[in-house]
């Protein structure tokens, strides 16, 4: 599933497109540890995180992470979101807790799976 | 060569993470696999919050040349006391604001030694830390490539680490009781040959196994000789050999300069009455560079047809063709 479509059926709203929104993705990372981040990184990620740093960002640009998905509603600062979309970083905001937010793409994911042949 | 230096100031959080930057534009550059890029960020980032988070200041220095990376971050801080124990995972001293950044997992250092193919730390307590690391652009080919010389006879380790400490370039390392050499950074030094206190390194071709030698010619490259060091003479090093029973010791260096001559006076002799065909991927071989650096040159050359790369093969032929028929 791309990362525009995870945005739109989880209910949360694209705070920079990035030049990502047609990556499918394949893996979700919901943490807050940076080293453990690092060590999960991938190119085809969407990083679920409570933390709406521009550090984040950093990570994000430094190991090709093409989306992240901050959760609560939380609004980045403005030195975040020009960080994103510099770089290019699909930036949403989910209206739930980092929990739900993880349940329901976790339920997208397995439908889908379910539902190919 | 691609350097790049950057200093990093402490508790700068704003900014960590740009030395790292630089050096995956230096990677990028290159053309180096996204898995050996994704490796170096995770070691290079790792060792750069470490100065933002732990040190006043500090610098990241990074080197890529010959199919490597090197980095160096040194640091002005406190130090490490106990460097065994800030290399085991989950020990960490940062403070709480690094950990409500995220930071302080304890996991940094392991990290860089994970995602490294070498990894060296030193620290003094109250004036700082250096922490190196090596990532290898191809580790594939560099594995396939050079096997090192060295024997090893397990069952006569006993594990006193003189080679490890021995070893200039790190290649050295005993694991489950028995040394082991990387190849990839052996550059066939013997340094630990010499150190080893119970013969467990040896050469790989020792005396014991030269065949009957009283008729033979031993031939020596000249590189070989550097590794008894620049206090023992070549001249010694050869008569040395020649004790050992050889009918005579040489260099290569020898047929090596009757080759480029041989070439040279070939094709001066031979060229008035036969064609003369000089592939450069051989002549560069002995040494001898038959390209033309101006067309004065290749004027001055008297040639019949010159080729410069890249030459369609076709056309190639039909030139040599019409050359030879002539």
Redesign the interface.
Known sequence: MRLDEVARRIGAQVLAPGKAVSIELEQVYAG????????A?G?HMLLVSN?A????L??A????IPGICLVHGQVPDAAMLRAATEHGTLLMASPFGLFETCGRIYQLLAAEIRSTP | MNAVSFSIQGGDYEHGGAASRSVKEQLKKVGADPAVVRRAMVAAYEAEMNVVIHAQRGALRATLQSGQLDVEVVDEGPGIPDIEQVTRPGFSTASAMARELGFGAGLGLPNIKKNSDRFAIESAVGRGTRVSFTILLKPQSLYGAGRHSLRIVPARCKQSLRCVRACPTQAVRVFRGRPEVLDYLCIDCTACIGACPTGALAMAGTTDSLPPAEDAVLVVTAESLVQFGAGVHPERVLSELAALGFRDVRLTTDWEAALRAAVVEYAFAEATSRPVIIATAVTSQVGLDFRPRTPADLAAMHVDAYFDKPIPPKQLLEKIGALLAR
Not at chain 1, 32 to 39: A, C, G, I, P, W
Not at chain 1, 53 to 56: A, E, F, M, N, P
């Open positions: 807050d540890r940076m080293s453990d981040l690092l060590n990184a190119d933390l740093s521009t550090h984040l950093r990570v640009e430094l190991m090709d």
